[in-house]
C-alpha cells in the first residue's frame, strides 16, 4: 500500500526545478557500454551535491524493444522504503524524516533483449527528489552500442554494379563484406548490347552496356562508297 501511494504521489505531483536542489543531479553508470542479445548489466544511479529530502525518484526511459529492468536494489541509509519498480521503470524511495540521500542510490540489473535490434541504444534518465513535493533535478543518459559477433556467409552474392557481397546471416545484422566484381572478357549479346560476366561462381553478375559504333575500318568488308576524283572512299563504323 505504501509503495503505490508513493507511485501515486510522483505521479501527480509536477516537479519544477527549484532551489535548493538547483546544484543536485543524478548520473546513470553502465557497467559495460558494448552490448549483446541477451548480456546483463547494471545501471547505477548516483546523486550528488543534494540536499535534504524525504522522497526521490529516478525513472529510466528506453526502448522496451532493446532493454527490460529485471530487478533492483536500493541503497539509502535512513529510508523506510528505497525499491526498484521494473514495471514502472524507476526507483522510489521514502523516510519518515529528512535525510541527505547520496551516492549510489540505486542498482537497476538490465537484460539486453534476445532480439534487440543491432546499432546505438540510449537510456535516459529524469529524477526527482523533495520534502512534501519533488522537484526535478539534472539527469543523466547513458549511450550503449549492441553489437553483434558476426557469422558471415559462405559464399559471395549480388550487391550491386561495382561489388559482390558476403552479408552475416544474424537475423537483424545488417553488415556486410564487400568485394568489387572480377570481370572477363566483353562478348557480344545482340546488335545493342554485349556483356561481361563476374568470374566469382556464385555473384554471377551480369554488366551490360551498349554497343559503340565509333571505329572506321578501311577494308573492302566496311566500304560504304569508293573513291572519286574529289572524295575519299567512306567506310562503315563498327
Known amino acids: 500500500a505504501i509503495l503505490v501511494c508513493l507511485m501515486l504521489l510522483f505521479t501527480l505531483v509536477s516537479p519544477v526545478f527549484a532551489a535548493p536542489y538547483a546544484d543536485s543531479s543524478c548520473a546513470i553508470t553502465p557497467s559495460a557500454t558494448e552490448l549483446r542479445r541477451g548480456d546483463t548489466f547494471t ?3 548516483t546523486l550528488t551535491n543534494t540536499e535534504s529530502a524525504k522522497m526521490g525518484n529516478v525513472l529510466l526511459d528506453f526502448n522496451d524493444a532493446v532493454f527490460e529492468i529485471i530487478d533492483g536494489v536500493g541503497n539509502i541509509p535512513g529510508t523506510m522504503m528505497a525499491e526498484v519498480v521494473p514495471q514502472s521503470k524507476s526507483g522510489l524511495f521514502l523516510a519518515m524524516n529528512e535525510i541527505v540521500p547520496s551516492g549510489d542510490i540505486f542498482v537497476f540489473n538490465m537484460k539486453v533483449k534476445e532480439n534487440a535490434p543491432f546499432g546505438a541504444a ?3 534518465s529524469t529524477a526527482s527528489i523533495g520534502i512534501r513535493t519533488s522537484e526535478y ?3 543523466g543518459s547513458a549511450d550503449l552500442t549492441i553489437v553483434c559477433d558476426h557469422i558471415m556467409g559462405n559464399d559471395w552474392v549480388q550487391d550491386d554494379a561495382q561489388n559482390h557481397k558476403k552479408p552475416c546471416t544474424v537475423s537483424g545484422c545488417e553488415h556486410k563484406e564487400t568485394q568489387a566484381h572480377s570481370f572477363g572478357a566483353w562478348n557480344n549479346v545482340d546488335e545493342t548490347n554485349h556483356a561481361r560476366t563476374c568470374s ?3 555473384c554471377g553478375y551480369v554488366d551490360i552496356a551498349a554497343h559503340i559504333y565509333d571505329k572506321e575500318v578501311a577494308t573492302e568488308a566496311y566500304k560504304a ?5 574529289t572524295a575519299k572512299a567512306t567506310y562503315y563504323k563498327s
Open 43 to 45: 545501471l547505477t544511479a
Open 122 to 124: 540510449v537510456i535516459s
Open 137 to 139: 533535478i539534472t539527469s
Open 200 to 202: 566469382v561462381e556464385t
Open 225 to 229: 562508297s569508293g573513291a572519286t576524283c
